[in-house]
């Protein structure tokens, strides 16, 4: 049984920085590319970032510069370190394991962490 679970999230100040982290129970981690994803009230989810299992990294237009997508293999553990946070970044965060290379593979995902930018 999979289980990914988000923390970190919260109320910040525009400029200021939060960590998200999802740690993920069930199968072998570090085979899995995972990522982060988020959708505001009213809006479709998006993608945030993305870490591959070999560590290659890939973000949205939108965070480039200011987010960081992170995975620590030993602790099953992947992360999304939030700098220059801006009220537009405010959504519920969550985490997605992608599909393994396995036809019969599927993604799975967090229950969400809310992320308010807000003065």
């Known amino acids: 049984q999979v289980q990914l679970v988000e923390s970190g999230g919260g109320l910040v100040q525009p400029g200021g920085s939060l960590r998200l982290s999802c740690a993920a129970s069930?199968?072998?981690?570090?085979?899995?590319?995972m990522g982060w994803y988020r959708q505001a009230p009213g809006e479709e989810r998006e993608l945030v970032a993305t870490?591959?299992?070999?560590?290659?990294?890939n973000y949205a237009d939108s965070v480039k510069g200011r987010f960081t997508i992170s995975r620590d293999n030993a602790k099953n553990t992947v992360y999304l370190q939030m700098n220059s946070l801006k009220f537009e970044d405010t959504a519920v965060y969550y985490c997605?394991?992608?599909?393994?290379?396995?036809?019969?593979?599927?993604?799975?995902w967090g229950q969400g962490t809310q992320v308010t930018v807000s003065s």
């Open positions: 997605k394991r992608f599909p393994g290379p396995t036809p019969w593979s599927r993604d799975y």
């Open positions: 870490i591959t299992s070999g560590g290659y990294t």
């Open positions: 069930g199968g072998i981690f570090s085979r899995y590319d």
